[in-house]
Nanobody
């Protein structure tokens, strides 16, 4: 079995920074894309950032220039550095990874971590 464990959420003032981490563990052969999603109250879950196995990155327009996604393949971990945070960034953040397990490619989700941006 595979688990994704997230950490790093919390309460921060506007303009502040947070760094989220998501570590995958278990019967992992390889990891393809590693993504961060978020879901704000009353809104649909949206893809915030993606990093491929080769290191290519993509971001939703609203976070470009403020958020940076990175990964440590040796640790099976993905990070999201969030700077210049705004109240509209408040949401539950989820990591998602497409992982090859026993020859089958599957999507796995973390449990979610709350990020609240408020003064």
């Amino acid at each position: 079995q595979v688990q994704l464990v997230e950490s790093g959420g919390g309460l921060v003032q506007p303009g502040g920074s947070l760094r989220l981490s998501c570590a995958a563990s278990g019967s992992i052969f390889s990891i393809n894309n590693m993504d961060w999603y978020r879901q704000a109250p009353g809104k649909e879950r949206e893809l915030v950032a993606r990093i491929t196995s080769s290191g290519s990155t993509n971001y939703v327009d609203s976070v470009k220039g403020r958020f940076t996604i990175s990964r440590d393949n040796a640790k099976n971990t993905v990070y999201l550095q969030m700077n210049s945070l705004k109240p509209e960034d408040t949401a539950v953040y989820y990591c998602n990874s497409r992982i090859l397990v026993l020859g089958i490619l599957k999507d796995f989700w973390g449990q979610g971590t709350q990020v609240t941006v408020s003064s």
